[in-house]
């Protein structure tokens, strides 16, 4: 039973950009926008790590290595949640989660895989 299923990755080339969808097949509306949500990364080596999200009301928050490249936003009645990613880096390769910010999570998905090469 798939709970979350992000798409949109793939290999750029460094300053390029991408943008990442994740959909929620399987939650209702009320609770999709009764949550916080974000995106989360693992880098090779590394732990997940949250890079954006988006609260109930709007408000958008960024990890420091993303402010002001990314962009976090949702459409709720598509239950999707997005990630516009620009100027992309080395740094930024990894693969990318999303689901409910916080201590309770969803199952993890397959995520998607952002490649940047120099």
């Known amino acids: 039973q798939v709970h979350v299923l992000e798409s949109g990755g793939g290999l750029v080339q460094a300053g390029g950009s991408l943008s990442l969808s994740c959909k929620f097949p399987?939650?209702?509306?009320?609770?999709?926008?009764?949550?916080?949500m974000a995106w989360y990364r693992q880098a090779p080596g590394k732990q997940r790590e949250s890079v954006a999200t988006?609260?109930?009301?709007?408000?958008?928050n960024y990890a420091d290595s993303v402010k002001g490249r990314f962009t976090i936003s949702k459409d709720n009645r598509k239950r999707t949640v997005y990630l516009q990613m620009n100027s992309l880096n080395v740094e930024d390769t990894g693969a990318y989660y999303c689901?409910?910010?916080?201590?309770?999570?969803?199952?993890w998905g397959q995520g998607t895989q952002v490649t940047v090469s120099a």
């Open positions: 399987r939650m209702i509306l009320s609770t999709f926008t009764g949550n916080d």
């Open positions: 689901n409910l910010d916080g201590s309770t999570k969803l199952p």
């Open positions: 988006i609260r109930v009301g709007g408000n958008t």
